[in-house]
């Protein structure tokens, strides 16, 4: 199939091959299909033999009449009119299931290949491009697939009626051969002046308005007070204008294709009338075979096309199909002390990172977490943070981010995530420790209250405590702490240090801390200033005990 | 898009379905009539066999729809938590999961496709009978040889013409067929949409004037969440301050008074009885809504018509004054990201937008998390002097926050 393709098609055969795709059954579909357009044209061409031997005969008298054999050509009709239709059932079914499968297949394989990327150089991929390339892309591939044994089809089908041609002499024959020929050159000059434009245009503006759709849907309490649903639409309106002058402009352009298909196809057939010079009853199989040539080289001309259109999204999907997609072994690592700047803590020991909003805290967790490049000149025993693979920074901490990310999912889904191998006793104990395990009781569905996007069934307050039992969960030497008691009351906020305090002192594990309340900071032992930190490696970190902190919350950015 | 999909797929080609038979049995009735009904004839079994088919095909089309969206979220999703998934070191588990979910959907899709196929077949199958009862009869005719007496003298042009004709009987029903399958989407989609199409109705009748906020035995109710009974009243310049153990309701009680929230039982209104004004609340959001523009824009997103002057006040009331320093004043350009905007900066807008929408009453949602204590103080000092001239409820848990306020409703 691959001669056939356009130049530039390099990257299907690849995708093909990682989809798994059944090379057997697509192999039976293409034969289905094969069968299916033969039949097609069998049954015209063979109709029009018949009437028209049958109607020379009628006339020739009533001899010549009873001796024509019309039991085979009406016996023929019939079948071909049956294999037609199963053959038809048959190769769509095939196609169907191929492409379904290899594309649920390559959709997981994907997944797999982006997730054994490292956080802190992986390409940033927002959650509406996420979605374009996962599931629009892959569909226009599995569409190429689907249509893959049709487009056999039609070269087969191409062949025979160029065959039953034959029968209405050289001179036609020569003639449909040119005329099939010039057929997907012509129909690409023309597809490419009128449909390769809106048709790029068209799938740009359907990803934009993605993008932009899954932002809005954010703001949905302020919208609908405010009545702000009109200029959140105005905001999507430019998008999905330009999404439907595109869609406009490629449904005239190939109503115009069409159009100007059927008039080839109209003087192909005149054509063949013109040039033949055999009985009747066979010019009138070469013409009835001309239609259905003209038809399938239509159809198949149409297919390379659009398969050309897709080009863009199967380089995208190619792209990532082409990344390192091995997921390394995962690291054991002996404790070992950290260094922050110039500051170097023993494994266990309880840091508080302090500084004004926007200093950079979050982002040392993140670094640590290896969740972002790093900002500040960080050490894990001697080795930089830069150095240091991926394996080696999950092995170490474990974060409970500040917005407390959570799986669509329930409770324990993401109570799961943080290590292979956790038990419901596990979680409830992580949950205890969280002051989550008399609210996560109480509701009905205990462990499987859903959680998503929102927080589901959970407050804000609570999605923090979901997440710190994960990271308590995860087992690693250093808890990392991001405003974990942001959202809760003052007596919760008591109830949660306490029992982290508790936790520490039991596994003697290390933490990190990020906090501007009071309560919790009190857990920690040293306290480490960012600003100092990230400014001048070279100099000594400015860095003091709790004591100081207060007065050096001045510089209020928001 | 799968209702799209319909509206422009199905909707002309069904139209095209019921008339082309028509037509085209019509130009074959004066070449040969009785082929016009051999096709017209074909046409029954046909019918019943698309609706049985179709019945079937339509539950499956929910199902599948279902768990296409289901999918669709996951993916989006995991995706979007790839950074988290990784930091656990949780790839290969939840990539086992993704594979689960993609395997579903395909399988159900194809279930779906079985149907559908099947009425398809059912159609070719016809149209293929059509065109071989068509050829054999005419066949037979022009050979004389028909098993009963001739009804019409055929020749060979009118039966060439006829044969001709045949296939085009069934072709518009055939292009029906093959968008049946978006059809049947379609409908699906539109089911699901079904529940968010009927928002409810503003309250016809003009309310009067805002004269105090009034809340009495409210009740919320829903699966993990109760609040209430509440009763407080708060007075036409107010500050009051809604406080609770975290989860306990707050901010479903915010969104039930701003009516977005439909309670189980009690009533919310003015003090003196009426229904809240239409537009009447203003809503400070956490994250506010930002849309590509100026500054001003987005501060007057719910004040239209707010000149610049007033614009430019309200944000320095607020403090953004050092943003508009810092920046190029109000004509400086946000994103719809928000890029170079601090949370306290955004929170800022939102309590602007408020102040600017010159609604009597305002309700922030934790106006002061996540901010350092300088900027929760200002915000604080902001709310309380804000207080003399607008009614503000608060859902808060921040005791400088609760202190300012006149009255704490604990939860």
Known sequence: MSAHLPTGAEPLPDLLAAAGVARRQLFLASLCSSFAAIAAIGLLAVSGWFLTSAALAGSAGLAAAAAFNYLVPSAAIRLLAIVRTLSRYGERLLSHKVALEG??????????????????????????????????????????????PARQAAIVSALVSLALVAFGGGRALVFLSV??????????????????GPAEEAAAALGHLRIRYVELAGCRAEIAAYGLADEALVELEPIALRLDKARADLFRAEALQGALLSIYGGAAVAGILLLARESA????????????????????SRSLLRRASLDAGLRRIAALNALDGCLHEPVIAAPSPLTLGTRRFSAGARVALTGPSGSGKTRILLSLAGMQPSSAP???????LEGLSPE?????????????????????????????????????????????????????????????EGGGLLSGGERKRLSIARA???????????????????????????????????????????????VPLALCEEEVEVAGLSQASSHVANAGTRKDSGARKDADTG | MA????DVRFAPVKTSAVIGPLVVALIVAPASWVASAIMLGTLLPFTLGMILAGTASRRAAERQLAALAALSGLFVDRVTHLPLIRHFGAEARIGRQVRTATGEVARRTISVLRTAFLSNAVLEFFSALSIALVAVYCGFSLLGLLPFPAPEKLTLVPAFFVLAMAPEFYLPMRRLAAAYHEKQLGEAAEQALAPFASTPAPDPQAAAAFDGLRVQHLVLSFPGLSVGPLDFA????DLAALSGATGSGKTSTLAAIAGQLVPASGCIGSLSGEALPHGGVAWAAQRPLLIAGTLARNLALAAPCASEADILAVARRVGLGDVLARRGGLAMPIDHAGSGLSGGERRRIGLARAILSGRPLILCDEPTADLDAESAAAVIALLKELSAERCILVATHDPALIRASRMEIAL
């Open chain 1, 378 to 384: 960080l050490r894990i025993g001697e080795a930089p």
């Open chain 1, 179 to 196: 005329v099939m020929a010039a057929l997907p050159v012509l129909f690409r000059r023309i597809s490419e002046r009128l449909t390769r």
């Open chain 1, 281 to 300: 009853p066979m010019v009138a199989l070469a013409m009835l075979a001309t239609v259905s040539a003209v038809e399938a080289m239509g159809g198949l």
């Open chain 2, 234 to 237: 708060l007075e036409r310049c």
């Open chain 1, 472 to 518: 308590l969960l995860a087992g690693r030497p250093w808890l990392m702490l991001d405003e974990p008691s942001e959202g809760l009351d003052a007596a919760t906020e008591a109830a949660l240090v306490e029992s982290l305090r508790g936790w520490l002192d039991r596994t003697g594990n290390g933490l990190i801390l990020v906090s501007h309340r009071k």
């Open chain 1, 392 to 452: 080696h920074l999950k092995s170490r901490f474990a974060l409970s981010p500040q917005d407390a990310p959570m799986l669509i999912g329930t409770v324990a889904d993401n109570l799961r995530l943080a290590r292979p191998g956790v038990t419901e006793s596990d979680m409830w104990a992580a949950l205890k420790v969280a002051q989550l395990d008399r609210r996560i009781a109480r509701s009905e569905a205990g462990l499987d209250t859903p959680v998503d």
């Open chain 1, 103 to 148: 594309m649920a297949q390559l959709r997981g394989s994907l997944f797999d290949k982006l997730a054994a990327q490292d956080s802190r150089h992986a390409p940033d991929t927002s959650p509406g491009e996420a979605s374009t390339r996962l599931i629009d892309d892959v569909e226009a591939l599995e569409d190429l697939v689907i249509r893959q």
């Open chain 2, 3 to 6: 209702i799209e999909n319909r």
